[in-house]
């Protein structure tokens, strides 16, 4: 049921208007996504690639095949997560927590198979100054 309402909210968002504070560039970069701490007593869990959907410097829209990671879930309340964006010939790492995600069915945001799109809220700390000179980019 909760996974319904999330969806329900992001469909309102879209006809009642958007409330985020940065703009959002619809832009596909790589992105590698892991946790930031592994449980306690077990070996890193790795991490999963795929690609943003929009990004803004408040935050990433990120879309991947799983949101499960060596019996961990990427969408814990208060998970910390490393982001490493591709930007061009640079990487940036970047430090966030998950505030929602949406399960996208097969033809949704052209998946050829089922995915995830996990919004993510990043953190100060990290490569930020990077990421903010990308933006200014695209402007």
């Known amino acids: 049921m909760p996974e319904r309402l999330r969806t329900i909210a992001s469909r309102l968002r879209e006809f009642v208007g958007n ?3 940065a703009p959002r560039r619809r832009v596909r970069l790589a992105v590698f996504v892991s946790l930031l701490d592994p ?28 949101i499960h ?19 061009g010939e640079q990487s ?5 927590t998950p505030v929602r995600y949406e399960r ?8 050829t198979s089922p995915a995830f799109l996990l919004g ?4 100060e700390d990290g490569d930020r100054a990077l990421l ?6 695209l402007k």
């Open 120 to 123: 993510i809220r990043l953190h």
């Open 92 to 96: 940036a790492r970047l430090y966030g």
């Open 19 to 21: 409330r985020r504070r």
């Open 39 to 66: 449980a306690p007593g077990q070996p890193p869990a790795g991490g999963v690639a795929g690609h943003t959907r929009d990004v803004s410097g408040d935050g990433l829209g990120v879309i991947l095949p799983a």
């Open 69 to 87: 990671l060596g019996g961990r879930y990427l969408v814990g309340e208060g998970v910390p997560l490393r982001v490493t964006l591709k930007l």
């Open 104 to 111: 996208l069915e097969e033809g949704q945001e052209g998946q």
């Open 132 to 137: 903010t000179e990308y933006l200014k980019g």
